[in-house]
């Protein structure tokens, strides 16, 4: 049923002369019919919806330019999934931003993705924005409601990113 999986039995640290780090050697048993462990897609797209949620919601009490974007939008948003495991909505009003899990009624618009896994890996991706528009037209990404306000949201994004130091 399950794959064979290798589990680590013992660790043994050896002497070693002076001045030089230990040596540490492992010992593995194949174990057969051991159920390996699995990725969690679900829980990190669900924490990458929750870290975005707190960064909007910091960026809209901290920084005036993200404040701006605000200005005027009294509207609700939801990330999700298509099978609605995961979803978390955001609220913009008075020129602030707060999340919540879970789906609403009636959003403006909703970015629904194909699988938490796609959804991560759509939101990490370097290129995201490419890569939104793949998703797109490859029908893994939907958009549902005013596609103009998806535009907005991405443009949003682009104030979350981590500034470049300088010198």
Not at 48 to 76: E, H, I, V, Y
Not at 106 to 118: L, M, S
Not at 148 to 159: D, E, N, R, S
Request: aromatic share 10%; proline share 6%; glycine share 6%.
């Amino acid at each position: 049923m399950f794959g064979n999986c290798f589990v680590p039995i013992s660790l043994e640290i050896l002497s070693c002369p002076t001045g030089f780090a230990p040596i540490t050697r492992y010992t593995a048993t194949l174990i057969p019919n051991r159920k390996p462990r699995v990725q969690r897609p679900c829980m990190k797209f669900r924490f990458l919806l929750w870290m975005l949620g707190l960064l909007m919601a910091r960026a809209s009490r901290n920084n005036p330019a993200f404040q701006q974007q605000l200005a005027g939008k009294d509207l609700t948003f939801q990330l999700q999934t298509a099978d609605g495991k995961v979803a978390r909505h955001f609220v913009v009003n008075d020129q602030r931003i707060r999340s919540a899990s879970g789906t609403v009624a009636e959003p403006a618009f909703a970015i629904v993705f194909r699988d938490a896994a796609f959804g991560f890996d759509t939101l990490q991706a370097k290129n995201n924005q490419l890569a939104f528009m793949k998703g797109i037209q490859d029908k893994d990404i939907q958009i549902k409601g005013n596609p103009a306000l998806v535009i907005w949201f991405q443009g949003l994004v682009k104030y979350l990113k981590p500034r470049k130091k300088t010198a």
